[in-house]
């Protein structure tokens, strides 16, 4: 697929930038509860408080929805992601605590949208997760056999069962959730609270947290703000600060790139019928999905890691995008002449188990830290949950199940977390790739549907 006239972006490819981005805070303030961070997490947080009564400051670096809320791949997962195979086997008291997670938050996330009417494209057609190759799909049994004995749920089927395109074996479709406009969505929850009583400054990064004589002075740049308690809900961005726990998450770049749009009769040879949102079974996931405006988007595959704090403002590289534009003319191999028209990334939080953090410090600073590759609707209701907790001082159940007050990364993790190793895991699954045979089947298929057409 071709790339030479790839967009670049260092927002998203969802979504415009909003024209109504609100004043920035000009000189001191008291409050009783402040959320810092107006992604998907800080938004649903500080709703979540307004709702229950309380007085709350919600402070954004940029614009809310600004992060990752706006520029993931929009599919809202109804299960745990991460392997599962190796989470049983480390940490397999937390399996079941994942699945119940991942099942309330995928509903949590449909009912934000009914609450606040929120158009976003949304179809509840369930995430599948993906075999390219008969190898591959054995995995993909085996993972639905671990969800099914943790009381997850998942229906195994093969292409043809599945509504999946050809260049696939068959997977296992997720029970609930499934694909929307990650863009509409963070833009609605915006104007959400815009409409509540939450008092909202956009274009306002704190630069400092401190806990004083029982209150909490966050700095920023033309004003002090004293809060009762604060909530930090900038996921990949919070190690930037001293008081932040260590060791809890590292900071991924992530990218996406999205096909320029494809003719409908050309859409429907794939025999994608389903139109669900793909993620494969490779140590790093690779994402499929089709769009409201008849393009193809796909991401994740190599992740890169974070040089340290602050996090940059960048676009994707130009390799990784032809690494990917590659990857998709190998899957589908139809598409080979269609240019990929743009791309973006952005940071997220990746815990070593795969698993949302959320926890305290002291008892008027809270944090939820990392919601990984499945936050769009974790990051959400972990905020709803942060919230209730504050106000009820009840831990939900949930909550509990992912709270660290201590670390849980082993300071070893960050080193193996380092782009060395992400390149090694890369080669691993490509090579997997190659000698599962996967880009030859996705070939095969399409000669023996246009045999059985003649
Ligand atoms: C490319 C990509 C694809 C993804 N695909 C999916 C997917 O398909 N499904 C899924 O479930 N998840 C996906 N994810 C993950 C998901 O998007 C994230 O886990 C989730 O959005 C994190 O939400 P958040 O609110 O914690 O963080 P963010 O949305 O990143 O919000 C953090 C906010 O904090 C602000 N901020 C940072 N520093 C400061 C500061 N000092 N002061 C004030 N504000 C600050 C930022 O500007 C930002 O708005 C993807 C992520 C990416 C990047």
């Given at each position: 697929m071709r790339t030479d006239a790839t967009r670049y972006s260092n927002f998203t490819g969802w979504i415009d930038r909003p024209d109504d981005v609100r004043p920035a805070l000009d000189g001191d303030l008291t409050c009783d509860i402040a959320v810092v961070g107006g992604g998907m997490g800080g938004m649903a947080t500080a709703l979540r408080l307004a709702e229950r009564g309380q007085e709350v400051v919600l402070l954004e670096a940029e614009f809310c929805g600004y992060g990752s809320a706006s520029r993931n791949g929009g599919q809202i997962a109804g299960a745990p992601g991460g392997d599962l195979r190796m989470l049983g086997l480390f940490s397999g008291s937390k399996l079941s605590v994942m699945a119940k997670l991942a099942e309330h938050a995928g509903h949590y996330v449909e009912?934000?949208?009914?609450t606040h009417d929120i158009d976003c494209d949304y179809v509840a057609n369930g995430l599948v997760w993906g075999a390219i190759s008969p190898l591959?799909?054995?995995?993909?049994?085996?993972?639905?056999?671990?969800?099914?004995?943790?009381?997850?749920?998942?229906?195994?089927?093969?292409?043809?069962?599945?509504?999946?395109?050809?260049?696939f074996v068959g997977g296992m479709r997720e029970t609930i959730g499934g694909?929307?406009?990650?863009?509409?969505?963070?833009?609605?929850?915006?104007?959400?609270?815009?409409?509540?009583?939450?008092e909202l400054y956009e274009r306002t990064p704190v630069s400092d947290v401190r806990r004083t004589g029982g209150i909490v002075e966050l700095t920023t740049p033309n004003g002090t703000v004293r809060a009762n308690k604060v909530v930090l809900a900038t996921s990949a961005y919070g190690g930037e600060w001293d008081i932040t726990p260590k060791n809890l998450s590292v900071p991924l770049y992530v990218i996406e790139i999205e096909t320029e749009p494809i003719a409908p009769e050309r859409l429907a040879e794939l025999e994608w019928t389903s139109r669900s949102g793909i993620i494969t079974q490779h140590q790093v996931m690779t994402h499929y999905r089709l769009t409201e405006r008849n393009t193809i988007v796909c991401g994740v595959r190599r992740p890169e890691r974070g040089p340290g704090y602050p996090l940059p403002d960048r676009v994707p590289s130009p390799s990784l995008v032809k690494d990917m534009a590659a990857d998709l003319a190998d899957r589908f191999p139809t598409l080979a002449d269609v240019s990929i028209a743009q791309a973006w990334g952005g940071w997220i939080g990746i815990?070593?188990?795969w698993l949302s953090v959320a926890g305290q410090v002291g008892n008027n600073v809270y944090y939820s830290m990392a919601c990984n590759g499945h936050g769009l609707c974790?990051?959400?209701?972990?905020?709803?949950?942060l919230a209730d907790y504050i106000v009820d001082d009840e831990m939900p159940e949930d909550l509990a199940g992912i709270w660290s007050d201590a670390p849980k990364y082993p300071a070893s993790m960050d080193l193996v977390m380092n782009p060395f190793v992400l390149r090694l895991v890369w080669s691993l699954d490509?090579?997997?790739?190659?000698?599962?045979?996967?880009?030859?089947?996705a070939r095969r298929q399409l000669r023996r549907r246009g045999r059985a057409k003649r």
């Open positions: 009912d934000l949208m009914k591959m799909m054995l995995r993909v049994r085996t993972q639905a056999a671990i969800l099914r004995s943790v009381g997850g749920q998942g229906t195994v089927g093969n292409r043809e069962q599945l509504g999946l395109p050809t260049g694909m929307l406009n990650p863009g509409k969505l963070a833009r609605g929850v915006r104007r959400a609270v815009l409409d509540s009583p939450v815990s070593a188990d974790q990051v959400p209701y972990v905020g709803k949950m490509r090579m997997n790739d190659f000698f599962s045979g996967s880009k030859a089947l």
